[in-house]
């Protein structure tokens, strides 16, 4: 007996699990399936339609591996992961071990998934389209190792909740409308060089985003740019880029602060004097180096310093404050000033080994308005905390804690999503954006401003505590 499953382009995991339940229900055997579809030299069947009387129990950790390994591009990963279904099903040794030369494959494949899940969470860029809905619209392209779109894009499904987007692969384009995520067919790779204008891919994505405004063969010719002038939906473009270009000066004008005089030259040159920095980050330490080129947004022009996080870069437990103080911003370190000892009293109170956890913020650059001499703290407006996530997801990408505690208000922003009053959050866990448990308690600053602190520090106490429980 022959039979052949063909796994579709998306909604593959679903697929796959629902084969390999009937296939084992009937016992049959890893060597009489074809998993690419093809059905070998002998004529195939279709597996049988119902679940056979043969009761399958699953271990949980075979869900964790396949739920990543059936992404992997390899043309063997779903025989793969069905052998060691049938193993496990036969007790016959333990085929998820790293000992097992069929184990080792298979977490091999999950972990490369993994890996490119994270890179495209990281990398992923998103232009803004003109439009003229109530909801911005995003459009990104992509290239995936392996096809991670589909597990990738939940992430921003939950971030971007309240615009609409769409993500282009080569092999499978998501678009999320009106809160609901879709899969449609491969995207057009964008004749584009690498360095394009962001009015380019603008207009390029403009085209793509919604075709009932442009032909789709037009939009299908990938759009060289040479041939612009002779396509007819160009005669939109320069309607489409002008808005788009006031767009982005109303956007310059809303948030632009005067900078401190001497502070850009100071930061032009305190940049100058860093090593250039790759452009993707494939370590903690590149994305630190990264870190302290970044003109993400305003605030760089004005501090001193991009303070990046220090501590175990394999730490199980990671804490994230709002931002660098004045000390912090002077000495390129978090948690060194009076907040800082706050919260160091209150780790060594909980048994938190600073050394190993992970300390670090939500914006990197210390935002203070001048008064005197004094540099006074304001805190982070929303747009700046989300400019500066892609560090804090390059972190919590390399570090990869169990447990992420969130001090204050802009951290549980920064890692929830949720800007929700603190009263109502404080000593909770909640579901970060990326994906991990967040546990939300007071900022020190915030204890350090009570008149009478003693309850908050507790909780801050208890907080760091059940933290540490949890993460080790
Ligand atoms: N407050 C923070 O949130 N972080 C620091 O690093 C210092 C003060």
């Known amino acids: 007996m022959n039979y052949a499953v063909a796994l579709p382009d998306h909604g593959t995991l679903d697929r796959w699990r629902a084969a390999a339940r009937i296939a084992i229900s009937h016992r049959i055997a890893p060597e009489e399936i074809d998993w690419s579809g093809a059905g070998g030299l002998f004529a195939a069947e279709d597996l049988p339609k119902d679940i056979g009387p043969h009761q399958v129990r699953v271990p949980t950790a075979f869900l964790d591996i396949a739920k990543s390994a059936i992404w992997h591009k390899s043309p063997d990963r779903a025989a793969l992961l069905y052998q060691a279904l049938w193993r496990l099903d036969r007790r016959d040794g333990d085929p998820l071990s790293s000992v097992d030369p069929l184990g080792r494959r298979l977490q091999m494949l999950a972990k490369n998934v993994r890996r490119d899940i994270h890179k495209m969470h990281a990398f992923v860029r998103f232009r803004e389209m003109p439009g003229d809905g109530a909801r911005r619209r995003f459009a990104a392209w992509f290239e995936p190792e392996h096809h991670t779109l589909e597990p990738g894009t939940p992430f921003f499904a939950k971030r971007f909740a309240d ?19 879709r899969f449609g067919p491969a995207g057009v790779r964008p004749d584009l060089p690498d360095d394009a204008s962001e009015s380019l891919w603008a207009t390029y994505f403009a085209n793509i985003f919604n075709p009932a405004r442009i032909k789709l063969d037009a939009m299908r010719s990938e759009m060289p740019k040479k041939y612009w002038k002779n396509l007819p939906e160009t005669a939109l473009i320069p309607a489409m880029l002008k808005d788009a270009e006031a767009r982005v000066q109303r956007m310059r004008e809303a948030g632009s602060t005067p900078a401190r005089p001497g ?9 100058a004097a860093m090593p250039q920095a790759p452009d993707l980050p494939e370590s903690l330490d590149e994305a630190r180096e990264a870190a302290l080129h970044c003109r993400r947004c305003g605030l760089c022009e004005k501090a001193t310093q991009t303070v990046w996080g220090m501590g175990a870069p394999d730490a199980a437990l ?23 000892q706050v919260l160091h009293q209150a780790m060594d109170a909980a048994g938190v080994d600073p050394g190993q956890a992970w300390l670090t913020n939500a914006v990197k ?14 805190s982070p407006d929303r747009s700046e905390i989300e400019h500066c996530r892609w560090w804090l997801g390059l972190e919590l990408g390399f570090v990869q804690p169990r ?6 208000a802009s951290a549980a922003y920064a890692l929830t999503g949720n800007a929700g009053p ?14 991990g448990p967040v546990l939300v308690t007071w900022h020190p600053s915030y204890i350090l401003r009570l008149p009478d602190p003693a309850a908050a520090r507790a909780d801050l106490v208890a907080a ?6 949890s993460a080790s």
Request: net charge positive; no cysteine; charged share 25%.
């Open 365 to 378: 650059h210390f935002k203070f308005a001048p008064r005197g001499k004094r540099r006074i703290h304001q």
């Open 263 to 271: 502070a850009a030259a100071i930061s032009t040159r305190y940049r």
């Open 464 to 469: 760091l505590s059940k933290a540490q429980a």
């Open 422 to 435: 603190m009263q109502d959050r404080q000593g909770k866990v909640e579901q970060g954006l990326h994906d």
């Open 163 to 181: 615009m609409d987007w769409m993500i282009a692969t080569p092999d499978l384009t998501a678009h999320f409308e009106g809160g609901k995520l």
């Open 403 to 408: 447990l992420t505690v969130a001090l204050g």
């Open 318 to 340: 990671m804490i994230v404050g709002e931002q660098p103080g004045d000390r912090e911003d002077l000495e390129g370190r978090p948690f060194v000033g009076p907040a800082g």
